[in-house]
């Protein structure tokens, strides 16, 4: 029984294309974060990919070391500021952030917006 309910929820998410429709949510949202950064002439980076995302202090890092060398007091401060402005991150610039199917196009409007105020 277990397996023909997995079954059936594999089979909706594939004919609502829920994962498709996510990751291009995501997509959509680090274009509009990196075409924040490139308005303001900032020196931050995007990263992510499918559903993820994450803003860098500095340039995008290819490895541990490399994100070591972002300014994390610079990612205090836009937490901070981010907090302030209704969107929760998480609180360290090493952590990524998720959507889910939860998100709503409003709540995606709403946290560029917050980042485009908060940078």
């Known amino acids: 029984m277990s397996l023909a ?3 059936a ?12 429709n996510l990751n291009g949510t995501g997509d959509k949202l680090r ?3 990196a075409d924040i950064i490139t308005d303001k002439k900032l020196p931050y980076s995007v990263g992510g990919t499918a559903s993820m995302f994450k803003l860098f ?3 995008k890092p ?8 972002c300014n994390k007091e610079a990612y205090y401060q836009f937490f901070q500021r ?5 969107v929760f991150l998480p609180p360290s610039q090493f952590e990524t ?19 485009r105020i908060s940078t």
Do not use: C, P, R, W
């Not at 290819?62 to 060398?69: H, P």
């Not at 952030?97 to 980042?115: C, G, M, P, Q, R």
């Open 5 to 7: 309910a997995a079954g």
């Open 9 to 20: 929820v594999l089979k909706l998410i594939e004919q609502k294309a829920i994962y498709k």
């Open 31 to 33: 274009a509009s974060l």
């Open 57 to 59: 202090f500095g340039k």
């Open 62 to 69: 290819k490895n541990y070391t490399e994100a070591l060398q």
């Open 82 to 86: 981010m907090l302030k402005n209704g």
């Open 97 to 115: 952030n998720f959507l889910s199917t939860a998100h709503s196009e409003e709540d995606i409007e709403k946290t560029v917006e917050a980042y």
